[in-house]
């Protein structure tokens, strides 16, 4: 799709049946379905053409499903039972604007364990075949985490999941159902009918025509005003993202329970995710809640060769590696690596430190490090068989290698105590303390000396290997990190990295958005992460990951066949 000329937009614009606000997964998803029911859309974006598909062109394409073919295949029993006691014990719904997160949640995992993948085959999606475990939890049964691998990667990674919408959107742009406005900032909500208290009808959006920008996809796009602009239509459907690229309002919502709000971040999305459409909407009447619910992440090391400002990617760690705070005092069970991403960033907020370090060795960096984002993984994203035969083949694959040769977060040395001086160099605001990272190394290599043994992260290791899955490509053989042979050593400084919104629009199962005091707003409808992928929260407190595309999918779904079957 190619936007349309500033300040002119396509004939008809003034009288479509819908305008679709944000031009990510969801609002994709949610015009898809508009020109499925023959509705003619506007789908009005900030962003040049280059960014079409948002955030979920950048992601790895990991969606959540229950029951799978693939699970089956890999020996894994999963349920529609288990599954919702995982979601709710890792949510801990407890408030009483929870009421529409939880039937969200519940009609969500019904999708995920009914005909989420048959709509995606049927759409020309598929799946790696080996299914993921993440957050993993590591407490009881009735506390966070899956209980059972459910990270289904899309063959093709996140770009794989955006091309039959994005080609189903293009389709109603050639057939004259669908019009393209890049470079439309919307700045207000149009409302007529107003009563006292302020609630009337959604009947359009007003907003400012911004400069053409040739920036990349990714990059910072200029925010210069050339014009007005005014549409208007039947009714509005807001997939504008949520705040990850906003790091003052991230601050600004940081909740008490996890400390302090950080002062230094790295940014897991663009800053094009900027927020601006949750205090728009509730200017015209929406509720937001559940703003405080967030998702981070503490694994982040700073991109040598980055996209936007302060870009961060996301490690995908295996259970191995070593986790130090700071000053190199070991991580309390179970906050291993791909444990529990909330209770590790509470825990870390708690030292005075916004930052910890991996230590681990070159065996298992060459077995469990993946990395977050379509781009840093190029055989999956690109479907490329010979490049995906390297990941089982010796040697770590090229995106890791390139990060731990030209990423300034990374030690690498024959010996602990160069690794250690090498650690302080790259921090010297912290004392690390030598004797006690010395102290940590050498326990938890001796609790390898026998085949059993009390430490908790090298019996989860052991745990993970009976997995088929994480045997083969994710978890390396248990070793002694001073075992020369499995070196060199490596040390990754880890940074705070901002990625989801998990509070947002209120709505109702309809995606409608409602009021403060729980009527629908008429003609507005929310999607996507600006809804909390849902009812303004379908997680709740902590995510069971990939969930987050498919909230997406979903909301977007149930949005566009509501406003179809409205109108």
Same mark, same amino acid.
């Given at each position: ?114 005909? !989420? ?58 057939? %004259? ?64 993202? %949520? ?85 190199? !005092? ?12 909330? %209770? ?22 060459? !077995? ?21 035969? !390297? ?77 088929? %899955? ?98």
């Amino acid at each position: 799709m190619s936007p349309s000329r500033p300040g002119l937009p396509a004939q008809g614009a003034a009288s479509a049946d819908v305008i679709v606000v944000g031009a990510g997964l969801a609002g994709l998803v949610a015009t898809a379905e508009l020109v499925d029911a023959g509705k003619r859309v506007l789908l009005v974006d900030q962003e040049p053409a280059a960014s079409l598909g948002g955030q979920a062109w950048w992601s790895f394409g990991g969606l959540f499903l229950v029951d799978s073919p693939e699970q089956r295949r890999m020996g894994v029993k999963d349920s529609l039972e288990l599954a919702r006691q995982d979601w709710f014990a890792s949510a801990g719904f407890d408030r009483t604007e929870d009421y529409w997160p939880t039937r969200w949640a519940e009609a969500y995992l019904n999708f995920a364990a009914g005909e !989420k993948r048959a709509w995606l085959r049927e759409r020309g999606v598929s799946f790696f075949p080996v299914v993921g475990w993440a957050e993993r939890g590591g407490y009881t049964a009735l506390q966070h985490g899956n209980s059972v691998p459910r990270f289904h990667i899309v063959w093709g990674t996140g770009p794989a999941i955006l091309e039959p919408f994005i080609a189903r959107v293009r389709d109603g742009v050639r057939a %004259g159902l669908v019009t393209a406005l890049h470079r439309h900032q919307v700045d207000e909500l149009l409302v007529d009918g107003a009563d006292a208290g302020g609630t009337g009808t959604v009947v359009g959006v007003r907003g400012s025509l911004l400069a053409p920008s040739t920036a990349a996809r990714g990059e910072a796009s200029n925010r210069n005003v050339i014009g007005e602009f005014e549409l208007r239509a039947s009714a509005v459907i807001v997939t504008s993202g %949520g705040i990850g690229g906003n790091h003052d309002l991230v601050r600004a919502q940081w909740p008490a329970r996890l400390g302090t709000a950080p002062t230094d971040l790295l940014s897991g999305v663009p800053a094009h995710v900027d927020g601006r459409m949750l205090a728009i909407s509730e200017t015209a009447g929406a509720r937001l809640i559940n703003g405080d619910r967030m998702w981070h992440y503490t694994e982040g090391i700073v991109n040598w060769d980055p996209v936007w400002a302060r870009h961060g990617i996301r490690i995908l760690p295996g259970p191995s590696s070593l986790w130090l705070d700071a000053t190199g !005092k070991r991580l309390p069970a179970p906050l291993f690596p791909g444990f529990d991403t909330l %209770g590790t960033l509470e825990h870390l907020m708690t030292t005075g430190y916004q930052h910890s370090w991996f230590i681990l060795t070159q065996k298992i960096i060459e !077995k469990e490090f993946a990395l977050s984002g379509s781009e840093q993984n190029p055989d999956l994203t690109g479907k490329d068989l010979r490049l995906l035969a !390297k990941r089982v083949a010796p040697g770590a694959p090229g995106p890791v290698e390139a990060f731990k040769s030209k990423g300034e977060d990374f030690v690498v040395a024959d010996t602990l105590h160069d690794l250690i001086a090498g650690m302080q160099k790259l921090s010297p605001e912290v004392r690390i303390d030598a004797a006690r990272v010395e102290r940590e190394v050498l326990a938890r290599d001796r609790a390898l000396d026998n085949d059993f043994g009390k430490d908790a992260q090298i019996n989860a290791i052991r745990q993970a290997r009976h997995y088929r %899955g994480d045997r083969l490509i994710r978890v390396a053989s248990p070793h002694k990190l001073l075992d020369r042979s499995n070196g060199p050593l490596i040390a990754v400084k880890l940074h705070l990295l901002t990625r989801k919104s998990l509070g947002g629009i209120e709505t109702d199962l309809s995606a409608r958005a409602l009021s403060a005091d729980g009527q629908p707003v008429p003609g507005l409808y929310a999607a996507g992460e600006a809804s909390g992928f849902g009812g303004g929260g379908v997680h709740g407190y902590r995510s069971l990951e990939g969930t987050f595309l498919g909230g997406c999918l979903f909301s977007g779904r149930t949005a566009g066949r509501a406003v179809a079957a409205a109108l």
